[in-house]
């Protein structure tokens, strides 16, 4: 089994920073990529960041310049840093992880609970 805990969101003024991690564990054999998702009420979920086993990084537009994504393969840790944050950056956060569970394995995706992140003054 595979879980993934994530740690990081709150509530902050806009212009503030926050971390959010994400720590996958489990019986993993290797991790292909690993990116966070967002959802806004009434809105789809969207890709925000993502970041490859090699460390090829993508980022939407609206978040460009002021997110990075980084990861520590060692920890199975996946981080977002959000600086510049805006009131539209308020949303529920979701880490997803692509894995395989043994070598011949098809690649999974696995989900985290979701961490809320509200942009307000």
């Known amino acids: 089994q595979v879980q993934l805990v994530e740690s990081g969101g709150g509530l902050v003024q806009p212009g503030g920073s926050l971390r959010l991690s994400c720590a996958a564990s489990?019986?993993?054999?290797?991790?292909?990529?690993m990116g966070w998702y967002r959802q806004a009420p009434g809105k789809q979920r969207e890709l925000v960041a993502a970041?490859?086993?090699?460390?090829?990084?993508n980022y939407a537009d609206s978040v460009r310049g002021r997110f990075t994504i980084s990861r520590d393969g060692a920890k199975n840790t996946v981080y977002l840093q959000m600086n510049s944050l805006k009131p539209e950056d308020t949303a529920v956060y979701y880490c997803?992880?692509?894995?395989?569970?043994?070598?011949?394995?098809?690649?999974?995706?696995?989900w985290g609970q979701g961490t809320q992140v509200t942009v307000s003054s």
């Open positions: 997803n992880v692509r894995l395989k569970l043994l070598l011949l394995a098809p690649l999974r995706d696995y």
């Open positions: 489990g019986s993993i054999f290797s991790i292909n990529f």
């Open positions: 970041i490859t086993s090699g460390g090829s990084t």
